[in-house]
């Protein structure tokens, strides 16, 4: 089974396409969350991301702009983008935001695998280094979890007596690239696709992944998009310049 892996989507349409449009085949689609938040097309991201599929899992910004999550621990950007998703959202995208499930969760077929946002500790908890990630590995009884929410692209793994961090290194920074991580027997991993919409690493296109569970790879991608149409919709939308800005960077 191939299982396309999208997470922190943060309504940027325009890099959720490119994804799309550069993935290989694949059988099913599980969204790790963050749907919503900071970018310009929240409604037509949800209507794009339910027809793709039925998996998936809540993010902190899909809570907040469903209401759902107090905003008292958003900075004032986030915190403003969740209040203007909230009035834009159709009562339909709405109600369909607020009845996300809460990670983890698990899909039929796939033994021994598992989908959260943050941390299978804590759904809003960050994994960033690999101290966040060795409480997560050592307690789960899941070999293989793919989270989201950091917006870092990699893998953190043990087993049991040394544990390591894996980055993808890509050749450009404007081409549709891929990278693939072959997965041990023996090792817990967790495992994030990186952002769709707001990739933090230094590289500004969309990140995504793509898990082959019968030859056990995960396929690390990142493909170009139209920045300056997410950004201009951020514009026109009168939200933080900073949200806008900050895509090219890929901050």
Not at 15 to 24: F, G, K, N, R, S
Not at 171 to 177: A, L, N
Request: hydrophobic content about 40%.
């Amino acid at each position: 089974m191939r299982i396309l892996l999208l997470s922190d989507i943060h309504s940027n349409l325009e890099a959720l396409e490119a994804c799309l449009a550069a993935t290989p085949a694949y059988d099913l689609v599980v969204n790790l969350g963050d749907i919503v938040g900071y970018g310009g097309s929240p409604n037509e991201v949800i209507e794009r991301s339910r027809e793709l599929g039925r998996f998936f899992v809540r993010g902190n910004h899909d809570k907040a702009a469903a209401g759902v999550m107090d905003l008292k621990d958003f900075n004032p950007i986030a915190g403003m983008a969740a209040l203007w998703t909230r009035e834009q959202l159709t009562p339909e995208n709405l109600k369909w935001l607020s009845d996300l499930p809460r990670g983890p969760i698990q899909v039929n077929g796939l033994a021994g695998v598992q989908f959260v946002h943050g941390s299978p500790v804590d759904e809003d908890e960050y994994v960033v280094s690999v101290r966040d990630a060795l409480e997560p590995l050592l307690l789960s009884s899941m070999p293989l979890t793919f989270f989201g929410h950091s917006h870092l692209q990699g893998s953190f793994s043990t087993n049991n007596a040394n544990s390591d961090v894996f980055r993808p290194e890509y050749r450009t920074v404007g081409q549709t690239e891929t990278v693939e991580f072959p997965l041990k027997a023996g090792i817990r991993y967790l495992v994030n696709p990186g952002s769709v919409g707001q990739p933090r690493d230094g590289d500004w296109r969309a990140a995504f992944a793509v898990f082959d569970s019968d030859a056990q790879i995960v396929s690390f991608c990142r493909t170009p998009y139209n920045l300056k149409s997410a950004q201009d919709r951020i514009f026109g939308a009168n939200l933080p310049p900073r949200l806008a800005t900050r895509l090219a960077a890929g901050r």
